[in-house]
């Protein structure tokens, strides 16, 4: 009987101990490396990877995985460094109760440098991601592969990335980078959906500035190299760009409160004081009749959508046209818009690209899309054909023909030529064609086309001048009245502006249940 009861109390005070080291493990794990690592950290202008996802998701809602896991490398000096995380916290929680994966560098250990355990980490997390059907944000803040762990490293990428691809169109994927990616690691931001920045702490580039100059002697900074307003403006690879890590990480909240879990569910709906029937007189105003004055597409937007608000993406490039998520009625909608302040709204290579991956995205994740016309034709110049206008805009027309999600167009003012076409017109199988009174659909403007027709006789006339004028206007209205595509079908009807908003709501609610089949294949062929 004693003896019993003795073993008992030390089996107790066994559990008790071995708990104890648990906890003491465990605070070990969540401190990292100590406050020297931290402060140096802070000193840089940048959070922690745990302060980061404090402020990403929920209070106290993050569950993480794999917390004691620990590198098995030997050899210049890892097997007697040896820290719990091994320099990414992983894990999931919610983002306004709603589940959210999250894996987070730790650049206090290794640099946040991408070894076999590291790797192994990210790759258990998305494999979850994936199988639960819930959206992936990186929080990346990496030195890149870790050297010492040699091609192990590089392998931990090719894991990523495949898992990247794999979830493409399947649960959102966002990247926000936090401090240096470079190298092979830019490839996981490259192939999520939605990528954000943060100025002066964060660059994205293949090869850094030190190779540029000994390769081909440019001298240039890690900023101005691949830094957050040169991906923003110039290359196209950063969505959004932030002065500071607290206003980037609540831009992703926000962005996360607009998107579907998965690509079986639809976006969440959000109850709205703004009336479906609100009339939108101002836009009489906001848009001149004269189609040669500019006008900010912006503000029809914010008219037209629920109390204004309206997140838009790729601002910053190809900014004659607009892509952005909005509600209407509380419903998620992508809008697609011509920008007549920029470049008269006119597409380009960059204008197209950047639709036709936005109209790729709000399709695979059941998004429905508007797109808003004024239009006048592709930028002509010799710079654009050979940099690919013809492939590029094929993008955007092979986007839109793909599209199987309700599509509803509106024509402003002018839609001339192919890019009427392409702007996802009622012939490429657009549900629903609106236009306004205002609206010029046509091959071309009617000065180029009087020139084209009339050529011979303005040539012969005694005041040519005189008999271009004429034959313009006359040309207009022939072919240019706003009722000419209403009356063979092309447009399903001509709207008042005031009741523009009431109208797209009504038809989105019809169409929510629309469902269309692609023929079998194993996939398209897109150009690229």
Same mark, same amino acid.
């Given at each position: 009987?004693?003896?019993t009861?003795?073993?008992s109390e030390?089996?107790?005070?066994?559990?008790?101990?071995?708990?104890?080291?648990?906890?003491?493990?465990?605070?070990?794990?969540l401190?990292?490396?100590?406050?020297?690592?931290t402060?140096?950290?802070?000193?840089?202008?940048?959070?922690?990877?745990?302060?980061?996802?404090?402020?990403?998701?929920?209070?106290d809602?993050?569950?993480?995985?794999g917390?004691?896991?620990?590198?098995?490398?030997?050899?210049?000096?890892?097997?007697?460094?040896?820290?719990?995380?091994d320099?990414?916290?992983?894990?999931?929680?919610?983002?306004?109760?709603?589940?959210?994966?999250?894996?987070a560098?730790?650049? /206090?250990?290794?640099?946040?440098?991408?070894?076999?355990?590291h790797?192994?980490?990210?790759?258990?997390?998305?494999?979850?991601a994936?199988?639960?059907?819930?959206?992936?944000?990186?929080?990346?803040?990496?030195?890149?592969?870790?050297?010492?762990?040699?091609?192990?490293?590089?392998?931990?990428?090719?894991?990523?990335?495949?898992?990247?691809?794999?979830?493409?169109?399947?649960i959102?994927?966002?990247?926000?980078?936090?401090?240096?990616?470079?190298?092979?690691?830019?490839?996981?931001?490259a192939?999520?959906?939605?990528?954000?920045m943060?100025?002066?702490?964060?660059?994205?580039?293949?090869?850094?500035?030190?190779?540029?100059?000994?390769?081909?002697?440019?001298?240039?900074?890690?900023?101005?190299?691949?830094?957050?307003?040169?991906?923003?403006?110039?290359?196209?690879?950063?969505?959004?760009?932030?002065d500071?890590?607290?206003?980037?990480?609540?831009?992703?909240?926000?962005l996360?409160?607009?998107?579907?879990?998965?690509?079986?569910?639809?976006?969440?709906?959000?109850a709205?004081?703004?009336?479906?029937? /609100?009339?939108?007189?101002?836009?009489?105003?906001?848009?001149?009749?004269?189609?040669?004055?500019?006008?900010?597409?912006?503000?029809?937007?914010a008219?037209?959508?629920?109390?204004?608000?309206?997140?838009?993406?790729h601002?910053?490039?190809?900014?004659?046209?607009i892509?952005?998520?909005?509600?209407?009625?509380g419903q998620?909608?992508g809008?697609?818009?011509?920008?007549?302040?920029?470049?008269?709204?006119?597409?380009?290579?960059?204008?197209?690209?950047?639709?036709?991956r936005?109209?790729?995205?709000?399709?695979?994740?059941?998004?429905?899309?508007?797109?808003?016309l004024?239009?006048?034709?592709?930028?002509?110049?010799?710079?654009?054909?050979?940099?690919?206008?013809?492939?590029?805009?094929?993008?955007?027309?092979?986007?839109?023909?793909?599209?199987?999600?309700?599509?509803?167009?509106?024509?402003l003012?002018?839609?001339?030529?192919?890019?009427?076409?392409?702007?996802?017109?009622?012939?490429?199988?657009?549900?629903?064609?609106?236009?306004?009174?205002?609206?010029?659909?046509?091959?071309?403007?009617?000065?180029?086309a009087?020139d084209?027709?009339?050529?011979?006789?303005?040539?012969?006339?005694?005041?040519?001048?005189?008999?271009?004028?004429?034959?313009?206007?006359?040309?207009?209205?022939?072919?240019?009245?706003?009722?000419?595509?209403?009356?063979?079908?092309?447009?399903?009807?001509?709207?008042?502006?005031?009741?523009?908003?009431?109208?797209?709501?009504?038809?989105?609610a019809?169409?929510?249940?629309?469902?269309?089949d692609?023929?079998?294949r194993?996939?398209g062929?897109?150009?690229?």
């Open positions: 009987m004693t003896t009861r003795a073993r030390s089996e107790r005070a066994g559990a008790r101990g071995r708990t104890a080291e648990l906890h003491a493990i465990r605070a070990q794990a401190a990292g490396p100590g406050e020297k690592a402060g140096a950290q802070h000193a840089r202008g940048k959070l922690t990877a745990r302060e980061r996802i404090g402020l990403l998701l929920d209070e809602s993050f569950h993480e995985v917390q004691l896991r620990r590198h098995r490398a030997t050899g210049f000096g890892l097997e007697a460094k040896k820290p719990y995380t320099g990414v916290v992983t894990g999931w929680g919610t983002v306004e109760g709603r589940p959210v994966f999250v894996y560098h730790d650049f /206090r250990i290794f640099g946040g440098a991408l070894g076999e355990a790797a192994a980490k990210i790759h258990k997390i998305m494999d979850m994936l199988a639960a059907g819930a959206p992936l944000v990186s929080l990346n803040d990496g030195a890149g592969a870790r050297i010492q762990e040699g091609v192990s490293a590089l392998a931990g990428y090719g894991g990523i990335f495949q898992r990247n691809t794999k979830a493409s169109g399947v959102p994927q966002i990247s926000v980078m936090l401090g240096p990616c470079a190298g092979g690691a830019a490839y996981s931001p192939l999520s959906d939605f990528v954000f943060v100025r002066d702490t964060s660059q994205m580039f293949i090869t850094g500035p030190d190779v540029v100059r000994a390769v081909t002697g440019e001298e240039i900074t890690q900023n101005g190299l691949g830094g957050a307003d040169v991906h923003a403006e110039t290359s196209g690879v950063c969505h959004f760009a932030y500071d890590e607290e206003t980037c990480l609540a831009e992703v909240r926000y996360l409160s607009l998107l579907p879990q998965n690509n079986r569910q639809a976006p969440p709906r959000a709205t004081g703004d009336p479906a029937r /609100r009339r939108t007189g101002r836009l009489l105003d906001l848009v001149p009749a004269d189609g040669n004055r500019p006008y900010d597409m912006a503000e029809v937007i008219e037209l959508v629920d109390d204004g608000d309206y997140l838009e993406v601002e910053r490039w190809a900014r004659n046209i892509c952005a998520l909005a509600r209407l009625d998620v909608v809008i697609v818009a011509s920008q007549p302040k920029v470049l008269a709204g006119v597409l380009d290579t960059e204008a197209s690209q950047k639709a036709a936005f109209v790729q995205w709000c399709d695979a994740f059941s998004i429905p899309i508007v797109t808003l004024d239009v006048p034709g592709f930028l002509p110049g010799v710079g654009q054909e050979h940099g690919g206008i013809i492939r590029h805009g094929a993008k955007l027309l092979y986007a839109y023909c793909n599209a199987t999600v309700p599509r509803i167009s509106l024509i003012r002018k839609a001339y030529g192919g890019a009427y076409i392409v702007m996802d017109s009622q012939s490429i199988g657009a549900d629903l064609t609106y236009a306004w009174p205002t609206n010029e659909i046509a091959v071309m403007g009617a000065e180029g009087a084209v027709i009339f050529r011979r006789q303005i040539a012969d006339a005694e005041d040519p001048d005189a008999m271009r004028t004429r034959m313009i206007k006359e040309y207009r209205a022939e072919l240019m009245h706003p009722y000419y595509a209403a009356e063979r079908g092309l447009v399903d009807d001509v709207i008042d502006p005031a009741e523009t908003r009431e109208v797209l709501i009504e038809s989105l019809v169409l929510r249940t629309k469902h269309a692609l023929p079998s194993k996939h062929n897109p150009p690229h």
